[in-house]
Structure formats: structure tokens, C-alpha cells
């Protein structure tokens, strides 16, 4: 029975120069047990033009009718949807839905008729204007994808490609000339400890490096150890709610042992090796960038300070 609702086409999509491109891998978040499946997508960028090729294969022996094929290119905003509730008002997580499709273009490469053979159609979106760079998040994604569709009376029949996007100087952050005023925190138990920690700026590049300064002006605390992160942190809005995910991209441990007054620890923290989103901010989400330092006494207890950091992919920064 199974075979009986086949599709009797298959459609296949190209980007042009597609293998000479960048491409980008990332965890789909599929598979079972320790296989995890990987999406390899091709990298764009904002005013860049995408192109290619849409392959329609009809199955031998097949005549479809159809009211047009029609080639989308579409930028859009998925969260995480919420299932209906339970009894107790309880809500069930399910997957990810588009709740914003912000950019919408789309082609009719073929007009209606019958399909009974082989077909391949090109397309062309110039200089598409891109508004937010791609992102993955535990909540929110942001997707570009090319959908060929082949339309019909009943259900149509359809098939998409996805690719990537980078935005290159688009936040206030991305000018390498102005990265902002240096930063000092003071960070302070009364009668036990005092520091003051110091860095170069508040923006940076995602393959930037951070450098500053901690001096302990007084050193009464039993410190076992120290660490600086960089947490970042998605914030939505869905269902009425803020739900806020933090997630830590980077740990240094800076120093092991308790410091003595007037000591001053240097740090460079190199950005350039780890997995940074650039700061994004829109009506349905933003994801920000904190940097964090983290003092553990000897009896496991923690004290913590933490500061907003502008990340912008800068060019000439991407490996």
C-alpha cells in the first residue's frame, strides 16, 4: 500500500558554483543513538545573488499534470512550537515552526501543462537583500532555503534546499576603527575581597581577542580557583512568555589557588577557534553575548560578575 502513494516525481536542486563555495556544518539535530547527522550548507551573503537549477524527474511510465512550477526563495524565523495542553495546563514541546517569513521572492519557471518527461528549469534571485544572518538556536532558528514546487489541483508537490547566511558589518560593533570604550568592573565581598577587572573594549570580532587585566586590591577570601566565560544567551518571546537558554561558548580557567593583594593577572582569551554567534536583536528574539568571571572559594561557593559584549562578524576574520 505503501508504494501506492509515491511520489511520481523527483525533484533535485543546484546552486550554481555551489562546490566552489564555502559550505558550513552543522548538527540537524536528527539520528538515533551516538549518529548524528550533519546538514553541509552552501554560505552566502547579504546582496549576493542566488542561482541554480530545479530538476524534475518524472517516473517512466508517468504523466503529470500540474498548474505551473513555481521556485521560492524564502528567509524565515522558526521557534518552537507548543502542542496543545493537558489537562493540568501543562504544555507539550514539539518542533520548530516558521512564525515569521520575512522575505518571500518567488518565480514561475513553467507554466501549466503536462509533465512527462525529464525537465530541469533555471532561476535566478539577484542581489537578494537579507535581513538576518542564519542561526541555530535551542529555541529559535533563523533559515534561508530555495523551495521548487510543482503546483497541482489536489497537494502539491514540493521540495526544498537550504543555505546559509552571513552578514558582514551590519551591527554597530562590526567597525574595527571604533570597538568601543574599555570596560572596568568592580567586584566586591565587604571586608573580604576587592577586584577590579579590566578590559580593552566592549566590541569585538568573532575571531577577535580579548585582552585585559585583574588586579586584587584585597585578597581576604579564600579563592580556590577562577574562570572567564563567555555566555550566550537567547531570549524569545513565545506563547506570551520570555524564555531566555544560556549557553556557555567558551571557559578559561584563569588562575589556581588564592592570590595575594596587589597581584594582577593579564588576559588574552583568543575568540578565534570557538563556536561565537554575532549579537542579534529583532520583535521575535534576540541572542546577546555576556562575559563572565566566576570566583570559587574553598567551600564550593561562587561569586560571579558579568558584562554585556558586542560580537559582529568582521571580514577578513573567518577561517
Not at 564555502?22 to 552552501?42: A, F, Q, W, Y
Not at 514540493?158 to 551591527?171: C, M, P
Not at 574595527?176 to 577590579?196: F, Q, R, S
Not at 512568555?241 to 589557588?257: F, L, P, Q, S
Request: hydrophobic letters at 35%; charged letters at 30%.
Amino acid at each position: 500500500m505503501g508504494s501506492f502513494f509515491k511520489s511520481p516525481i523527483d525533484i533535485e536542486i543546484s546552486f550554481d558554483g555551489e562546490e566552489d563555495r564555502r559550505h558550513i556544518e552543522l548538527n540537524n539535530g536528527s539520528g538515533s543513538g551516538s549518529k548524528t547527522l550533519v546538514d553541509r550548507l552552501p554560505v552566502y551573503e547579504d546582496g549576493e545573488s542566488v542561482s541554480g537549477s530545479a530538476t524534475i524527474r518524472v517516473k517512466e511510465g508517468k504523466k503529470i499534470e500540474h498548474l505551473g512550477i513555481r521556485v521560492s526563495l524564502i528567509g524565515c524565523i522558526d521557534m518552537l512550537s507548543v502542542g496543545a495542553g493537558s489537562s493540568n495546563g501543562n504544555h507539550v514541546e514539539g518542533r520548530k515552526r516558521s512564525v515569521d517569513e520575512y522575505l518571500v521572492l518567488n518565480q514561475d519557471v513553467c507554466s501549466s501543462g503536462v509533465l512527462s518527461e525529464s525537465k530541469s528549469f533555471d532561476f535566478m534571485f539577484k542581489d537578494v537583500s537579507k535581513q538576518y544572518e542564519s542561526y541555530r538556536g535551542t529555541n529559535v532558528d533563523v533559515n534561508y532555503y530555495v523551495k521548487v514546487s510543482v503546483q497541482r489541483k489536489g497537494a502539491d508537490i514540493s521540495k526544498t534546499k537550504k543555505f546559509w547566511v552571513w552578514l558582514y558589518g551590519k551591527d554597530k560593533g562590526a567597525d574595527e576603527t571604533n570597538g568601543g570604550k574599555a570596560i572596568k568592573l568592580d567586584i566586591g565581598i565587604e571586608n573580604c575581597l576587592h577586584i577590579e577587572f579590566e578590559y580593552s573594549k566592549n566590541r569585538y570580532g568573532l575571531k577577535d581577542v580579548i585582552v585585559g587585566r585583574i588586579y586584587f586590591l584585597l585578597t581576604r577570601l579564600k579563592i580556590r580557583h577562577m574562570e572567564l566565560s563567555i555566555i550566550t544567551r537567547e531570549s524569545s518571546l513565545m506563547h506570551g512568555k520570555n524564555k531566555t537558554c544560556d549557553n556557555t561558548a567558551v571557559r578559561y580557567e584563569i588562575m589556581d589557588g588564592s592570590p595575594v593583594k596587589g597581584e594582577t593577572i593579564p588576559i588574552r582569551l583568543f575568540l578565534g577557534g570557538h563556536e561565537l554567534v554575532p549579537t542579534m536583536s529583532c520583535n521575535k528574539f534576540t541572542v546577546k553575548n555576556y562575559l563572565s568571571l566566576v570566583i570559587i572559594d574553598e567551600d564550593g561557593r561562587r561569586y560571579f560578575k558579568q558584562s554585556e559584549i558586542e560580537f559582529a562578524r568582521l571580514r577578513g576574520g573567518e577561517a
